[in-house]
């Protein structure tokens, strides 16, 4: 009797916690166009301009924006930033290599918010917004991602986009978990 007292809230509760991972946040409301520029903007324009308008591609390491002092603390509390970073990516005056910087800016966004930023990087993707090499960015699970890979809404997103981006041995090591164990030594 004693285990069924105790069983019975606690069926509730975990239905609930499900559901928020299951759910992403809803980013939809980002999508104004007419916003200004905000802290992110000006960041990544600066960052960029200073790198002499450098490609990514060009770059020794495209995660060099997170060795700036200014991109650390965005990257560490990115929550206020899901938006803008959103406009960025949208917005035909950035360029591919300021959305690159951008991504990796919103690596540690929690996982229900990032999972609204997978879909719309995936509709942006379809829009042609965005290039392949961002997508591919997004949807590879680094920061708060590899830790979920188990989580279901979130491996239906990276099964959904993952296909026509990435090799079929990375997707499986993904899958199957062996990507968050080789993770740690394999930096970003």
């Known amino acids: 009797m004693k285990r069924l007292f105790w069983i019975l809230p606690a069926i509730p509760l975990l239905l609930i916690m499900g559901w928020r991972f299951w759910s992403p946040v809803d980013l939809s ?16 324009r600066n960052y960029f301009e200073s790198n002499l308008r450098t ?3 060009d770059m020794d390491d495209r995660f060099d924006v997170l060795s700036t002092p ?11 930033y899901a938006c803008e970073a ?8 950035f ?16 996982i229900s918010q990032y999972m609204g930023f997978m879909d719309r990087s995936h509709q942006l993707y379809t829009e042609h917004s965005i290039d392949q ?15 979920y890979w188990w989580l279901p809404a979130w491996r239906q997103r990276f099964t959904r986009d993952a296909p026509n981006m990435l090799d079929t041995n ?15 030594g394999a930096g970003f």
């Open 29 to 44: 409301s980002c999508t104004n166009d007419t916003a200004a520029p905000g802290p992110l903007s000006v960041f990544i």
């Open 55 to 57: 490609d990514w591609r």
């Open 70 to 80: 200014e991109g650390q603390s965005i990257a560490s509390q990115p929550q206020p």
């Open 86 to 93: 959103l406009h960025i990516l949208q917005s035909p005056t």
């Open 95 to 110: 360029s591919q290599s300021e959305k690159i910087y951008t991504t990796v800016l919103m690596f540690q966004l929690p």
């Open 133 to 147: 090499e961002v997508m591919k960015l997004v949807i590879l699970p680094r920061g708060t991602a590899i830790n």
């Open 170 to 184: 990375l997707i499986s090591r993904v899958l199957s978990g062996h990507h968050w164990f080789e993770y740690p």
